[in-house]
Structure formats: C-alpha cells, structure tokens
C-alpha cells in the first residue's frame, strides 16, 4: 500500500508517498486524483518526517537529508539519480560533468532525460544541474521553481 499526503510549501503543493517503509515520491502536486487505486491517503510518520525536513531545507536550516528512498526506474536512471546525491548543498554540476561521473561521458542528454523521470525532487537534487553554458536549463517542475531551490542554496546562476 502507498501513502500520500500533500503540504503547502514555499514552491506550490507538493505531494509525498511512501510505501510504508521508503520515499517513493516527491512531486509538485498537479490536481492529481488522490484516491489513485493503491493509494492510501494518511499523514505517515515518514511522510511526516520528510516534511520536516524540507522544511528545514526551504528556511536554509538543513543541507542533507537522511531519508530512506526507494528509487524506480532503469538502471541508467538510477545510476544518474546516485551521482546527484553526491552533489554537495550549494554545488552545481552540468549535464556534461555528471554524464562523466557516471562514465558516460557523451550521455549528458540521456542524464538530462534521466533528471527529467527524477519523482523525488530536492531530496535527489536534480535542480543543481545546469547547462554547460552556466545557464538554467530544463527542470520538469518549472525553471522559477529551479532557480527558487537554487536560491534557497545561495547558488546564483
């Protein structure tokens, strides 16, 4: 069974899910049907937890997290999401560089693709990757919603 609930936040309401024990999302809620076959509308001790701590994260008070996250997707996904765990607070990388950290060194448009299927926004910080040109750049929630989390972090781009 997954869990969902929403919470207002500095970027728009964002909806958590849990599968009782991981993360398994963090989205920008869309007018979603909430009651999805599956789902169970509840307020977790996880889920709870989570919101906590991107609270803490969008008043400048907390620079990791320390969730347990359930990644879903390919294996090149999953290794793409991994690489942007390893990008400090503060820090941005572009495309280029993390297709190189992953030894993909001509696959920065397969990681941008990759960071678009990302469903665990700020927690897997795919908003610290930019263009090879220093430029904001793709971001599936928005590139204001991009350049706010990157302001939060003191990055001005």
């Known amino acids: 069974m997954k869990n969902i609930y929403l919470y207002n936040t500095i970027i728009g309401q964002i ?6 024990e991981e993360i398994i999302e963090i989205e920008i809620n869309e007018e979603r049907e909430e009651q999805e076959e599956g789902y169970r509308f509840e307020e ?9 701590q991107l609270d803490e994260y969008f008043k400048g008070e907390r620079k990791t997290f320390d969730l347990p996250l359930h990644l879903e997707g390919t294996e090149f996904q999953k290794k793409v999401w991994k690489a942007l765990l390893e990008i400090p607070y503060g820090e941005i990388r572009s495309y280029k560089d993390v297709a190189e950290r992953i030894g ?17 926004i700020i927690v897997i910080p795919c908003h610290r990757v930019i263009g090879a040109n220093g430029k904001l750049v793709g ?12 302001g939060i972090e003191k990055i001005l781009i």
């Not at 977790?44 to 906590?52: C, D, P, S």
């Not at 920065?108 to 469903?119: E, Q």
């Open 15 to 20: 909806r958590i899910v849990d599968n009782g």
């Open 44 to 52: 977790t001790a996880l889920i709870k937890r989570t919101h906590e």
């Open 104 to 120: 993909c060194p001509k696959g920065y448009r397969a990681v941008g693709n990759a960071n678009n299927k990302n469903n665990i």
């Open 139 to 150: 971001y599936a929630c928005g590139l204001d919603i991009k350049e706010k989390l990157l």
